[in-house]
């Protein structure tokens, strides 16, 4: 399996990325959650 190109388009600088891969994995997270728990 080849790795997908850096998702640039998502974030200005190098500086940026890690706020911005921080914030996929809290999505994921919240969607797991919501996905195990149900609405509230």
């Known amino acids: 399996m080849l ?4 998702l640039t ?4 600088s190098t500086a940026e990325k890690p706020a911005f ?8 997270a919240s969607c797991a959650n919501y ?4 609405p509230e």
């Open 9 to 12: 388009a998502h974030y200005a």
């Open 3 to 6: 790795p997908h190109p850096p």
């Open 21 to 28: 891969v921080n914030g996929l994995f809290d999505a994921g």
């Open 35 to 38: 996905q195990m728990m149900g």
